[in-house]
């Protein structure tokens, strides 16, 4: 049996102004993320998610339970963008380890 292809989801929160920007600007998104995953030493397949909020990607793109890597800063008091993320997908009854980068 092989092992699981690594799949790195995007949440690109989209407004009106950022799909004026074109499919140009989505390759250049995806290939960016693309590189940093090769810099690390990783084969990544990058889907890009357009959402209306990060929710979406979880309860859209997520179908079974999987392993999350989420990375971000961590704060005490406030919680982050990347700490609520990490409930979302918690609460969704995935695995989730947060990579704090700040």
Same mark, same amino acid.
């Given at each position: /049996?092989? =092992? ?5 989801? +995007?949440?690109?929160?989209? &407004?009106?102004? &950022? ?7 989505? =390759? ?9 995953? !090769? $810099? &690390?030493?990783?084969? =990544? ?13 979880? !309860? %859209? /793109?997520?179908? !079974? ?12 008091? %406030?919680?982050?963008? =990347?700490? !609520?993320?990490?409930r979302a997908?918690?609460? $969704?009854?995935?695995?989730? +380890?947060? $990579?704090? +980068?700040?």
């Amino acid at each position: /049996m092989g =092992a699981e292809p690594i799949v790195l989801l +995007v949440p690109h929160v989209t &407004t009106l102004a &950022t799909l004026r920007k074109g499919p140009d600007h989505n =390759a250049r998104l995806v290939e960016g993320y693309r590189a940093l995953a !090769r $810099a &690390t030493g990783v084969e =990544a397949i990058v889907r890009l998610c357009h959402c209306v909020s990060y929710s979406d990607v979880v !309860r %859209w /793109m997520l179908d !079974r339970p999987s392993l999350i890597v989420i990375g971000g800063r961590r704060r005490r008091l %406030w919680p982050t963008t =990347a700490q !609520r993320i990490v409930r979302a997908v918690q609460r $969704a009854g995935h695995r989730v +380890v947060f $990579a704090d +980068v700040g």
